[in-house]
């Protein structure tokens, strides 16, 4: 088998190696591989910037889908030829997160999806809706999900106002989500050619933050002074400010990232958390569960993920272009 590891950080030190293809044991399935796709943490992970203390080596990636090679000993669910994607947390099948659960993480605690060949659980997998092809069933496990969540953590109904924070792959699985539940979306960007791309997938209307960085007075002034029913909050502690204030008072803040963590740290401001009586919730991907229930979702309203591909070849420039903010949607990854 071929893979991409993790030997020590930085993206220009990924190395590409070649190891022995793995056989599945009891309970165990041997998948192909078909495509790949590219989260934050993938980059902060390979950077050294998520877990400074990662175990050498390490191939990353949460994110994969392909089909079933091989099934070991005891595997009922699954047989050759099966089209499947991983979930995130390995051990996390359904329920609410427990600190067990939230072990097993793909491309962290253990080996990720960046191979051509992977040994995963039975439980570990989910079947991929038919109408999608393996690139854009690559997208689903972590973003897809994480957007899943965070509208479910909303409770969005027809009418209410949902805010995503730039065109990365949450922000928009999120708007395409909402535009099921049949939500008004405002969106916020730095590129007005990528609110274009947005306004065609049905966003109602986006500011530029870079010619007017008061997006929260703007948030307000859509929403006649209420404000907005649910933020998607990709930004973390540089962000939070703005994002408190252009919430209606018990509003919910689904927490899903920390984009500006690093480069723009800010003390929370714990006084609009109490004086709106805001409710933030924690997203943290999700369960086998969640994703089985995201997957019938979107098969009935055969919604398309939105991605760009590179041939995984170049897994060091699509990290990089990541990193830059150069991406809309998902960064797809193809296996040969």
Known sequence: MQAWQISSFGVDSLEFVERPTPQPGPGEVLVRVRAVSLNYRDLLMVTGRYNPKLKFPRIPCSDGAGQVEAVGEGVTAWKAGDRVAAIFMQNW???????????????????????????????GLVAI????????AATLPCAGVTA?????????????????????GVSIFALQLARIRGARTLGISSSFEKLEIAYK??????????????????AMNETDGEGVDLIVEVGGAG????????????????????????SDPKPFPISSVLHKQVHMQGIYVGSRSDFI??????????LRPVYGAFPWSQTREALTLMEKGGHFGKIVLTVD
């Open 93 to 123: 099948l359904d329920g609410p997160p427990t600190s067990v659960k939230s072990r097993g993480a793909l491309g962290g605690d253990v080996d990720g999806m960046l191979a051509d060949y992977v040994i995963l659980k039975q439980s």
């Open 129 to 136: 809706p038919d109408y999608l092809s393996f690139e854009e």
């Open 148 to 168: 899943w969540n965070a509208l479910a953590a909303g409770n969005i109904r027809p009418g209410d106002t949902v805010l995503i924070q730039g065109t990365g």
């Open 201 to 218: 997938l049905g966003l109602d209307a986006g500011l530029n933050y870079t010619d007017e960085p008061e997006w929260d007075r703007w």
């Open 239 to 262: 962000t939070i400010a703005r994002s408190l204030r252009s919430l209606r008072v018990g509003g919910v803040i689904a927490q899903v990232g920390v984009l500006s963590e690093l």
């Open 293 to 302: 229930a995201f997957n019938k979702a979107i098969s009935l309203s055969s």
